[in-house]
């Protein structure tokens, strides 16, 4: 190998490892049960990567280029939303899908940027310490990723392990007490490496590290309540060539009111509830009339049953306020009046809280970018912190909607009573359109993040999606069964609700992210008290 490939050679393996790594979030090229492994070898090569480097400059471009291999490779289905839907030319649609992920790779190279300095030297670097460091640095940086400019959590490393044996962290500690875990443990593989006498050291901590996990895995945090909720769970299979076509809505209206009123699969109970996807009414609730709503209640009659329907909501603002818009989900009954269905003020009633950039929202000087899209129904204003659960038979269902059960502590004041009196939440239901994606690897890494939502709260999910993946997971985090997705169909299923709160519903990130922060100032102290040392040490010596 020439001195040039050499010179090279850690830039290259670092993109190769941050592709390994995004293969690692969600079963697909990789089966379910290998993830934890791949993730863990893909982020031990990164930490060799950043303890070899010879600087903090050189160990955050490390970071950097293993994040664009991670970013380019997990989060591409993006050019699917923006060219082949959204109608943006191919260079710009590259160039933005290139720049954002420019942009997430800022917090990898953070990341090995401090995770090096703490650990000083990689010739006098405590092992045991530099792989805590890179742990520690890591969960700061996927934190301050979901945080900042809103947030984009997705490629979270904690969702590699939801059927690993890191997965007891979640009731805990969260998504990003698994993320510090992971980071942690991949870390001590890599310190083992570079450090051959501390093998046994950091495969004990590694052992531990592992071990605990299991264990918190160990507790019934949460027991069930009431009797097993019969569900549909409808896919509509709308391409997106029709779903916002006017001339196709009472097309697709009439196909999900034929699925909700088909009869029930065999040995299941007639469903109490039935949950459609995002945007099932792909227009205004106020552009329906009186009569078409009343098809719908009318369906919630022959069915006798709660319909959850994905709907945009066209608030009009009283005298000097401005209209507001919101995407919503509206809870159709039997005795709901349409007359308050078209005038988007039915009793039950969710609107989306966290709305995604570009796509919902439209974020200060980037008009030109939205613009040069062709994005329906682009700019909602943003819901409550708690709304009330729908009430279904002895059931409270919390309802959320596409991207916002990527942000875990989001779901959890749900689970509480309500000021209003509500009870908390005894499941989840999440609706979602993913069609702008196409058949890409995002369908399976959604799904795997609504899992990790389970895992860290021990309420049952389920899911309700345009093309897939529809399905329902049980609360202890595994998929009870779920629909082929681009197909159309209604899976119809018991799901059993659950009650009490895992330590991390109680809670939240604070105790983690605490626990991390402080651990990041411990380290940054011993290596200021290390260097002021050797400069005293060099002074007496001089």
């Known amino acids: 190998m020439t001195a040039r490939l050499r010179a090279y050679r850690p830039a290259l393996l670092a993109v190769l490892a941050g592709v390994a790594h995004a293969l690692s979030f969600a079963p697909g090229p990789v089966p379910g049960l290998l993830l934890p492994v791949l993730q863990l070898l893909a982020f031990a090569g990164f930490a060799v990567l950043v303890w070899r480097a010879t600087s903090v400059r050189r160990a955050a471009l490390v970071g950097g280029l293993f994040g664009m291999g991670n970013f380019l490779a997990g989060i591409s289905w993006l050019y699917i939303s923006l060219h082949d839907f959204g109608m943006m030319a191919a260079p710009l649609a590259a160039g933005g899908v290139f720049l954002l992920s420019v942009y997430l790779s800022l917090y990898p190279a953070l990341a090995a940027a401090l995770a090096r300095w703490l650990s000083g030297a990689s010739d006098t670097a405590r ?5 805590l460091a890179l742990g520690l640095a890591w969960a700061a940086g ?12 997705w490629l979270n490393i904690a969702y590699a392990h939801v059927d690993g044996p890191l997965h007891g962290w979640a009731p805990v500690a969260g998504a990003y007490g698994v993320a ?3 980071a942690w443990a991949g870390a001590l593989l890599g310190a083992a490496w570079v450090w ?4 046994l050291k950091a495969g004990l901590t590694l052992l531990a590290v592992l071990a605990l996990g299991w264990g918190l895995s160990l507790p019934a945090w949460v027991t069930p309540i009431g009797e097993p909720l019969p569900v549909r769970l409808v896919q509509g299979n709308a391409p997106l060539s029709e779903k916002f076509d006017p001339s196709k809505t009472w097309d697709l209206m009439d196909r999900h009111l034929g699925l909700t009123l088909s009869p029930p699969a065999d040995k299941v109970p007639a469903p109490a509830l039935v949950v459609l996807p995002e945007t099932t009414i792909s227009v205004f609730q106020n552009q329906l009339s009186v009569a078409a709503w009343r098809e719908w209640t009318d369906a919630a009659a022959v069915a006798k049953a709660t319909l959850a329907l994905g709907v945009a909501i066209h608030d009009p603002g009283g005298p000097g306020q401005r209209d507001r818009y919101y995407n919503s989900v509206v809870g159709v009954r039997p005795d709901t009046p349409p007359e308050t269905l078209m005038s988007g003020r039915p009793a039950q009633r969710y609107d989306k809280r966290h709305l995604v950039p570009f796509g919902e929202f439209i974020p200060f000087g980037f008009r030109w970018f939205v613009d040069a899209m062709v994005m329906p129904l682009g700019d909602f204003d943003r819901g409550g912190i708690r709304q009330a659960p729908f009430a279904v038979r002895d059931q409270h269902v919390a309802m959320n909607i596409c991207y916002e059960d990527v942000f875990g502590e ?12 509500s009870p908390g939440a005894t499941m989840f239901a999440n609706v979602s359109n993913l069609a702008w994606f196409g058949d890409s690897f995002a369908l399976a890494q959604h799904l795997q993040m609504s899992r990790m939502r389970v895992r860290e709260t021990g309420r049952p999910m389920l899911r309700s999606t345009n093309t897939g993946m529809t399905a329902a997971i049980g609360h202890d985090g595994q998929v009870i069964d779920a629909l082929k997705p681009f197909t159309i169909g209604r899976l119809d299923i018991l799901v059993q609700g659950t009650t009490g709160l895992t330590p991390y519903a109680r809670t939240g990130n604070l105790p983690i992210l605490l626990l991390i922060f402080a651990g990041l100032a411990g380290l940054a102290t011993l290596r200021l008290r290390a260097r002021r040392a050797d400069h005293t040490r060099h002074a007496a010596g001089g």
């Open 127 to 131: 092992p045991l310490l530099a792989a």
């Open 142 to 153: 996927e934190w301050l990723r979901a945080t900042v400019f809103t947030g984009f959590p």
């Open 180 to 182: 510090f875990a992971a």
């Open 196 to 199: 051959r006498a501390s093998v």
């Open 410 to 421: 989001e779901l959890l004041p749900a689970l509480h009573p309500g000021a209003d009196g």
